[in-house]
């Protein structure tokens, strides 16, 4: 079956430091992931968009990698502010182009000023 | 710019009571989409629709039904009102394949 793997422990980091979630996922061959954010009592806000053609994407602080050979995307804050703080999603297209999406299940990340 | 709302924010309700959430989008987009998010599950999509009038179901569809009439819109109904659909439900939009998606503020829906 298909499967989304985040971390499930929640990330503390240092303010000013970077930090990096991993997304895994098996079974398929996604032509594009999508990453959003999500605070508390809220809906999940779209931060980037990469497809499979392409390795990096940035936006801001921002950065996005997508290893299709090793089935993975990496999501990077870098200079992180307590204002970062919030669950972290990741989303792939596993309906063969269907505008489907199928979510992680997340992962928290708490900047310690 | 309303963008994409949801009512009710909250509902509690009786097990075996019909429910429907709404969902109202003011930017005609033509997908549309019903979410529930549950710990340990996170986002599982329920339904979705491409255009007016043509829905489709998502992973755990099982006990809802929806409609589309109207594009701007996308009710969500529960038939039969289980604890099990205890639950925050999320809806979203957009304009296709690879674009993102906006989401609602979401219900918060507690059945007793």
């Known amino acids: 079956s298909q499967k989304i793997e985040q971390n499930s422990e929640a990330l503390n980091i240092q303010e000013g430091k970077t930090a990096t979630l991993t997304c895994n996922y098996t079974?398929?061959?996604?032509?594009?992931l999508q990453w959003y954010r999500q605070d508390p009592g809220r809906g999940p806000v779209f931060l980037l968009l990469i497809r499979e053609n392409e390795k990096e994407k940035r936006k801001e602080r921002l950065k996005v990698t997508f290893d299709t050979t090793l089935k993975q995307s990496l999501f990077h804050i870098t200079a992180s502010q307590p204002a970062d703080s919030a669950t972290y999603l990741c989303a792939l297209d596993m309906s063969g182009g269907n505008n489907r999406l199928a979510f992680g299940k997340g992962n928290q990340v708490v900047v310690i000023p | 710019d309303a963008g994409i709302t949801q009512s009710p924010r909250y509902k509690i309700t009786e097990t075996g009571r019909q429910v429907t959430l709404m969902c109202h989008q003011t930017w005609s987009h033509s997908y549309m989409f019903w979410y529930r998010q549950d710990l340990g599950h996170g986002l599982r999509l329920i339904y979705y629709?491409?255009?007016?009038?043509?829905?489709d179901k998502g992973e755990v569809p099982d006990g809802y039904v929806v409609s589309r009439s109207k594009t701007e819109n996308f009710p969500l109904t529960l038939e039969s009102a289980t604890r099990s659909q205890t639950s925050v439900y999320f809806c979203a939009s957009n304009k296709g394949p690879a674009y993102e998606q906006y989401f609602g503020p979401g219900t918060r829906l507690t059945v007793t």
């Open positions: 079974n398929y061959s996604p032509a594009y």
């Open positions: 629709s491409a255009a007016a009038d043509i829905t």
